[in-house]
């Protein structure tokens, strides 16, 4: 587990949020895929934009 991440009961979720983007691009892992245009924020690469990407447990 990253320093990006935590882990619950629940799940792992992205540590800071929906509001965060220059975290979100720093904590782009090996597992990163994209996801759908549909669920993407932008054009970068990052956690908002991945397809594994959790924002709750």
């Given at each position: 587990m990253s320093?990006?991440?935590e882990s619950t009961?629940?799940?792992v979720t992205f540590r800071f949020g929906r509001r965060d983007p220059e975290a979100a691009r720093a904590?782009?892992?090996d597992g990163y895929r994209r996801?759908?245009?549909d669920?993407?924020?932008d054009d970068t690469v990052s956690c908002y934009n991945c397809r594994y990407r959790r924002w709750t447990a």
């Open positions: 320093e990006w991440f009961a629940e799940g904590a782009v892992c996801d759908d245009e669920e993407t924020v």
